[in-house]
Nanobody, 119 residues
Framework: QVQLVESGGGLAQPGGSLRLSCAAS????????MSWARQAPGKGLEWVSG????????YYADSVKGRFTISRDNAKITLYLQMNSLKPEDTALYYC????????????WGQGTQVTVSS
């Protein structure tokens, strides 16, 4: 069955960095676009970034553009999100998702990894 397992979250100081990983299994990872989304306390789900299956085309929400970098390693069947220059407003539960029909379509999600940015 399809499984997505996020890791790498934690506590970071403002201006710091974290690297999230999403290990995929149960499907042909290299055939699917993937996205990261987040949900802050008391707020709705926010799409953060997406990457097409070839790993070349990447897209970002304006709120993270220039600070976050999405990448994938199809050989390792893993999706990444490098987060730099973190801000307190980046605090959220971060999810990876499989995108079957484009970056705004989701059919499977991971359980999420918590990112907290605080001094």
């Amino acid at each position: 069955q399809v499984q997505l397992v996020e890791s790498g979250g934690g506590l970071a100081q403002p201006g710091g960095s974290l690297r999230l990983s999403c290990a995929a299994s149960g499907f042909t990872f290299s055939s699917y676009a993937m996205s990261w989304a987040r949900q802050a306390p008391g707020k709705g789900l926010e799409w953060v970034s997406g990457i097409y299956n070839d790993g070349i085309d990447t897209y970002y929400a304006d709120s993270v553009k220039g600070r976050f970098t999405i990448s994938r390693d199809n050989a390792k069947i893993t999706l990444y999100l490098q987060m730099n220059s973190l801000k307190p407003e980046d605090t959220a539960l971060y999810y990876c998702a499989r995108c079957p029909y484009g970056l705004d379509s989701y059919d499977y999600w991971g359980q999420g990894t918590q990112v907290t940015v605080s001094s």
